[in-house]
């Protein structure tokens, strides 16, 4: 299997949120497309590991909010890479609720999408919801939306490792280079800081060695701490 193939088909980021009444979460979600038009009917694949998958089931409801391309490497790592079984994601982000009730992501979103499920198909190690439309809004219509590819090869990001998509084989694990600097992985979204490169959108030149990183410096992906970071 060439694993490489796989990324050259196209997809999109999404928060996908749910609530039961009692609790409510979201993840992000790189699997999300329209099924028909007439009636307006959309689908996603769900991980059953994710604690969203449950609230999904339960309340037979759920939103999609599009990310900005320029979404905040905390949002997604709020929303991609920790677990709604452990915290509370929406104790400190924007959001709303849909006319159904259903949580809406706002923070860092362009459009939404609340949608009714009318058939679940299980698909081993996720669940598929095809679901109607049943309100929508368009936040902002002159932004970019956050696409995949840009996620893996501008924000350097890894698919969580619920995603249907994911490949436990990352093509993002370092290759040898001529460097002796160490480089370090984020245990969280598996970016790897390389000292050669630096992080150019931290303002952090070629050459500057892991250790020697500002104490506030965070990963440019999922905004962990660097007590996330592991040596590679
Ligand atoms: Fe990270």
Request: charged share 25%; aromatic share 12%.
């Amino acid at each position: 299997m060439d694993f490489e193939a796989f990324y050259k088909i196209s997809y999109g980021l999404y928060v996908i949120s749910a609530s039961n009444g009692k609790k409510i979460n979201g993840y992000i979600a790189n699997t999300a497309f329209q099924v028909t038009a007439s009636p307006p009917q959309i689908a996603i694949s769900c991980n059953t590991d994710n604690f969203t998958c449950g609230l999904i089931e339960q309340s037979k409801k759920f939103s999609i909010s599009i990310l900005n391309q320029n979404a905040k490497a905390e949002t997604i790592g709020l929303f991609g890479y920790k677990s709604g079984k452990d915290i509370d994601k929406f104790e400190s982000i924007d959001y709303t609720k849909a006319q159904s009730g259903t949580p809406v992501v706002l923070e860092d979103c362009i459009a939404w999408f609340d949608c009714k499920v009318n058939q679940v198909i299980e698909v081993g190690s996720h669940k598929m919801f095809i679901a109607t439309i049943v309100e929508n809004n368009l936040l902002n219509a002159d932004a970019d939306p956050l696409t995949y590819e840009y996620y893996r090869k501008v924000k350097k990001g890894v698919a969580p490792k619920n995603a249907p998509t994911y490949i436990d084989k990352s093509p993002e694990t370092p290759k040898e280079t001529d460097s002796t600097m160490t480089k370090y992985k984020c245990l969280a979204c598996g970016y790897i800081y390389d000292p050669a490169i630096g992080d150019e959108e931290s303002g952090i030149e070629p050459g500057i060695a892991f250790e020697d990183l500002p104490d506030d410096w965070t990963c440019p992906t999922c905004g962990s701490p660097k007590e996330m970071f592991e040596a590679v």
